[in-house]
């Protein structure tokens, strides 16, 4: 068993490499640690309510790191847990601002960094949390998102409806070349000003219906195109776009969504890049979810993108 708090799970025999599981191999970040894959939890719900959403998503990194325990490790990755960061008061740009200090520490300190969603109001604390670990390079970063939603609406307080915005505007005063990217978007769940701010920021962005087996090789030569002048990528998943079917437990379920064998081969193109620099899973809502059926593909995509991540930065 784990002694990190929130891990533990099946052990096999015999306990060697070939039957590590996460819960085995996780341990608490400490500062001066070999790099490898560390894991940051943001308890919040602020965004989704202030976005008139259906709220749960704080508990998600607790359930994120039940599902991830008992996934096998693929790798020789360090693996640490650094914790998580609660909004229990309200004050979303607080919590937003504690995280991204976070964040900043373990991209400092060489981690490929995970963030453990709460809403997708993570989204704008970790691109702050990337700013500051660039200080004062300036160099070409993408957002990849996979989502129903642009997440672009502009309102008098932050929520998890705005933080692309908020980032591009961001970005923008900082000098830092900014391109995003999304994936899944349902012309369903996005008003009209949503597509012309898209339109007017120069989003470039793939419907979900346009989405499908037999476009997805030609969609994956495109991004592997566009992601050849930039120089490091945020990548960021909204459970929400992926089938209501396949992701139950979520503040706004998708009428259509992105399937699994579309969303993984766009994530390895992401990975393979060599390019990426953090991750993060946003709006898995568990008191919304069945048999932990959303909580479980969250996993595995986080899971997934890890390994593929630490293959190319390796070269394995």
């Not at 191999?25 to 001066?32: C, E, S």
């Not at 939890?41 to 990194?61: I, L, M, S, T, Y």
């Not at 890049?273 to 709006?283: H, M, P, S, W, Y």
Request: proline share 4%; aromatic share 6%.
């Amino acid at each position: 068993m784990s002694t990190v708090d929130g891990w533990g799970g099946r052990v096999d025999l015999p306990e060697d490499a070939s039957t590590r599981r996460w819960h085995q191999w996780v341990r608490r970040a400490q500062a001066g640690a070999a790099p490898g894959v560390a894991l940051l939890g943001f308890a919040c719900d602020e965004g989704v309510r202030r976005n008139h959403g259906r709220v749960g998503a704080k508990d998600g990194p607790v359930a994120l790191r039940k599902m991830l325990s008992n996934l096998p490790v693929l790798d020789a990755a360090p693996l640490y847990d650094a914790g998580t960061v609660d909004c229990t008061d309200g004050d979303l740009e607080a919590a937003q601002s504690r995280y991204a200090q976070r964040l900043a520490a373990l991209l400092d300190a060489g981690h490929f960094a995970v963030g453990l969603g709460g809403g997708h109001e993570i989204a704008f604390a970790s691109w702050q949390g990337l700013a500051q670990h660039l200080g004062t390079r300036r160099p070409r970063v993408a957002i990849i998102n996979i989502d129903a939603h642009f997440d672009l609406r502009r309102q008098d307080e932050g929520s998890s409806g705005t933080p692309f915005l908020q980032a591009i505007e961001h970005a923008q005063a900082l000098g830092i070349d900014l391109q995003y990217h999304v994936y899944g978007i349902s012309a369903a769940a996005n008003t009209r000003v949503l597509f012309d701010t898209a339109d007017r920021l120069g989003v470039r962005y793939v419907m979900d219906d346009q989405l499908n087996l037999l476009t997805l090789a030609a969609h994956i030569e495109q991004l592997q195109a566009r992601l050849a002048d930039v120089d490091l990528i945020y990548q960021t998943i909204d459970i929400d776009g992926l089938p209501h079917a396949m992701a139950p437990g979520v503040s706004a379920p998708a009428a259509r969504g992105l399937p699994l064998e579309v969303v993984e081969p766009l994530l390895d193109a992401v990975a393979a890049t060599g390019k990426l620099r953090l991750l993060d899973v946003a709006e898995l809502s568990p008191p919304l979810d069945r048999d932990n059926v959303t909580a479980r593909v969250a996993a595995r995509l986080i899971h997934r993108v890890c390994h593929a991540a630490w293959q190319a930065r390796t070269g394995a």
